[in-house]
C-alpha cells in the first residue's frame, strides 16, 4: 500500500454543490438565493440576534446576577466518598486522584459532611466544612488544613 494509491471508502464522499455554474447545474440562474431581498444581494446577511428592528429578546430581558471575581471553586468530596480509604491512612490530594475521586485536578480540594466517615482517617485538604470537620473527629480522624498567610 502506497500513499498514492489510498482512496475513501465508496460513498463516502460527495462532491461540493458549484452554485452559479449554469442552468444545466440546477443551482444556476439566482446560485440557490431566491428572487431579490436582502440576502440574495452580495455580503447581505442579518446579523445573529438581529430581530428586524424590534427590541432584541437580549435586550427586553432584565439584567441578573453577576459572578464575582475573588470566587474559589473547589472540588468537592463527601465524606461518604472516603470509605475506599483503610483506616488510618493519610488521605491526601494524590491518595485522592489515585482512586479517581478528584474530577479536576487542579482546582483545590473541600471536604464537605454529606454522609458519614467510618473509619480513623488522617486528611489534608484545602478546606473543611465545620460539620465534616465535627465529623471526622468523632470518628477518631484528624484533619490537616494548609495555615493561612
Not at 428586524?52 to 453577576?66: E, I, N, S, T, W
Not at 488522617?122 to 473527629?137: G, Q, R, T
Amino acid at each position: 500500500m502506497e500513499l498514492n494509491t489510498l482512496s475513501p471508502a465508496p460513498g463516502s464522499t460527495k462532491n461540493k454543490k458549484r452554485i452559479g455554474r449554469g442552468i444545466g447545474s440546477g443551482h444556476g440562474k439566482t446560485a440557490t438565493k431566491g428572487h431579490k431581498g436582502q440576502k440574495a444581494r452580495s455580503g447581505g446577511s442579518v446579523k445573529p440576534g438581529f430581530e428586524g428592528g424590534q427590541m432584541p429578546l437580549q435586550r427586553r430581558l432584565p439584567k441578573r446576577g453577576f459572578r464575582p471575581l475573588a470566587r474559589t471553586e473547589y472540588v468537592v468530596i463527601n465524606l461518604s466518598q472516603l470509605d475506599v480509604f483503610e483506616t488510618g491512612s493519610t488521605v491526601d490530594r494524590d491518595a485522592m486522584d489515585a482512586k479517581g475521586l478528584l474530577k479536576k485536578s487542579a482546582l483545590p480540594v473541600k471536604v464537605l459532611a454529606n454522609g458519614s466517615v467510618t473509619k480513623a482517617l488522617n486528611i489534608k485538604a484545602d478546606k473543611f466544612s465545620k460539620a465534616a470537620a465535627d465529623k471526622i473527629a468523632a470518628a477518631g480522624g484528624s484533619i490537616e488544613e494548609p495555615s493561612r498567610a
